[in-house]
């Protein structure tokens, strides 16, 4: 599709444009709130050394911490949203910054009530639960604080931990300086025969050309530049990864994965189900592969093909109601009331639409307790943007139906289950566009896309947190990790995974040191486990199972009420058995039978 160019704010029509006024009449509006914020954080220091005294003491403190977030929050979704409307503007960058300033000073304030909370004597909390009904919505919240009790140390050592904790994220730092600040790729030749210059932005854009030459030369001039700093890139995840097993061991978790999990009381078993799950279905991987080498008509296919476009991409626009539409049509499994709700958040302005001037790039579902869960998308008329917003629109309707239904204690989402609401729409907006389309091209298209999101999220995300595994077993059994031994690892993994009909090019053995999640450890498998629970939900929903609606309905309305494993059980999917990976697997080789049936 041809480039647009960004238009100027003022020149969009405002039925296009979030109705960021719904929060704040005027800036003045928001001031008034930043200054009520920073007194209610002041004032909340009064609490400290007493929320052991009384039951109503707790409730009062619990109540106040409650209503200063809260406004804290409604200070800081504003100002980010505006500075990201354009973020060339002064004002709204000086917003921002008082805001995090805000966020700051509110963390300080509040930052003796775990600690304290702790030393209350288990039978006197439970007196006060007993005694106080107002505090029982506080239960489970209790309940997630008190089990962390035997991995909080005592208060010296927590004070010394803390004073070290900012030196735990130097590696992150150097990292991300290497890799976007210092690295340099060099240029390739284009598919016009232009020298151009390679970068992590266009990298991804040169390994969808249809031009093999130029696929394999931003492949192997990539992976050249990490080769040539790899000592350096292992060092650095190898202190990362020590940096991890030390905090694990010193909060006495078994194990660093363990203590990764602990925030969201995941067990082991589930990151394992994970992994030995998507090893047992790896043959419809290569299946998928060898499917890939007859349509590129290739002698062998090798990794720099992997993301070469089996299917060119349909010609023409999608208008923007019409993109509305479509996403309306697809999401009817879900029930009249949900369809109802979708289509009064479009016509209520939560989506800030186009590309305009200034304005941050991508997508995201945002806001705070008491305000529109908005959406800020680029509208570009491909058929990619219609699923961005079916999928931010399935963060948004999640959190619109857990303000409507919970207390702002516990009005969000974790990682674990937020990307499941959004997953779910994309998987029954494509199960969608895939039934009722009759042109073959157009339907192969729509397949080979939602094939590549499962290669992309289930098997490469699963890969990366089997890698994650690897290492920090390794140096919790005493080894480091060497940049031979990283890239010998990651290298056999490769292998695993796409199967004798890749060939597994010596270059790939490096792309370890480029994935900036490694420095942010067993966070990866998330993607992989949410978008499997996502496809075993739209199953049922697309079966038109018994309950299935009401259950998964129930689930939006759940917000952080209690612990992930839970709460997807309440909207139907185990998480704890390996049953929904499994059920995700035959889903996907479904859809590569049926693509080698259409193409």
Not at 229 to 248: F, P, Q, W
Request: net charge negative; glycine share 4%.
């Amino acid at each position: 599709m041809k480039k647009v160019r960004s238009k100027k704010r003022n020149a969009i029509d405002p039925r296009y444009l979030w109705n960021i006024e719904a929060m704040y009449q005027s800036d003045m509006d928001w001031e008034e709130d930043l200054k009520k914020a920073e007194a209610m954080a002041e004032e909340f220091i009064v609490f400290s050394g007493k929320l052991g005294e009384t039951k109503d003491m707790l409730l009062s403190a619990f109540l106040s911490k409650d209503l200063l977030w809260k406004v804290v929050e409604r200070v800081y979704v504003y100002a980010k949203m505006k500075k990201d409307e354009d973020t060339r503007v002064g004002k709204y960058q000086a917003l921002s910054d008082k805001a995090q300033s805000l966020i700051a000073k509110a963390s300080a304030s509040t930052s003796f009530f775990v600690p304290e909370l702790l030393e209350i004597p288990d039978d006197t909390l439970a007196e006060f639960l007993e005694n106080c009904e107002e505090l029982q919505i506080y239960r489970h919240v209790i309940q997630q604080i008190q089990r962390e009790k035997a991995h909080v140390l005592s208060k010296p050592e927590e004070k010394l931990v803390a004073r070290y904790s900012e030196l735990s994220r130097v590696t992150n730092d150097i990292f991300s300086m290497i890799n976007n600040a210092d690295m340099k790729f060099g240029s390739i030749e284009d598919e016009s025969g232009e020298q151009v210059e390679l970068t992590h932005g266009t990298y991804t854009r040169f390994l969808e050309s249809d031009d093999r030459s130029v696929r394999k030369a931003a492949f192997e001039t990539m992976y050249r530049a990490y080769e040539a700093r790899k000592n350096t890139l292992a060092a650095t995840y190898n202190y990362n990864t020590k940096t991890d097993v030390i905090n694990s061991s010193v909060r006495k978790y078994s194990s660093s994965l363990e203590a990764a999990l602990s925030s969201d009381n995941i067990p082991v078993s589930v990151y394992d189900n994970l992994i030995s799950s998507v090893h047992k279905h790896l043959p419809v991987l290569h299946r998928y592969v060898d499917l890939r080498k007859r349509t590129l008509q290739l002698s062998e296919v090798h990794m720099y093909d992997i993301y070469a476009p089996l299917v060119k991409s349909p010609k023409g626009d999608i208008p923007y109601e019409k993109a509305l539409e479509l996403v309306a049509q697809g999401l009817t499994p879900l029930g009249d009331t949900y369809c109802r709700d979708l289509n009064d958040g479009f016509a209520s302005r939560w989506i800030d639409v186009f590309e305009t001037e200034g304005k941050t790039s991508g997508a995201y579902s945002f806001g705070s307790y008491d305000s529109m869960p908005y959406v800020l998308l680029n509208y570009n008329g491909r058929l990619k943007d219609v699923l961005t917003i079916a999928h931010e629109m399935g963060h948004s309707m999640h959190s619109f139906y857990t303000r409507k239904a919970q207390p702002f204690v516990y009005g969000g989402h974790s990682i674990f289950t937020a990307e499941v609401a959004s997953t779910v729409n994309e998987n029954l907006l494509m199960h969608h566009m895939i039934e009722k389309e009759i042109d073959k091209t157009r339907k192969a298209y729509l397949l080979n896309l939602y094939i590549e999101e499962f290669r992309a999220t289930v098997f490469r995300q699963t890969m990366f947190a089997e890698f994650e595994r690897m290492t920090h077993e390794a140096v919790e059994a005493g080894e480091g990790l060497t940049a031979d031994w990283l890239c010998d690892t990651y290298y056999k993994l490769n292998q695993s995974y796409f199967g004798d009909g890749m060939v597994c090019d010596p270059e790939i053995a490096y792309e370890w040191a480029r994935i900036p999640h490694f420095y942010n450890a067993f966070y990866v498998y998330k993607y992989a486990t949410g978008f499997s629970a996502a496809v075993a939900l739209s199953t049922q929903l697309l079966r038109e199972t018994e309950g299935a609606r009401d259950a998964y309905l129930n689930f939006l309305s759940s917000g952080e009420s209690d612990d992930p494993i839970p709460l997807l059980k309440l909207a139907g999917v185990d998480m704890s058995s390996p049953e929904p990976v499994d059920t995700a697997m035959k889903v996907f080789q479904t859809l590569v039978e049926e693509l080698e049936a259409t193409i």
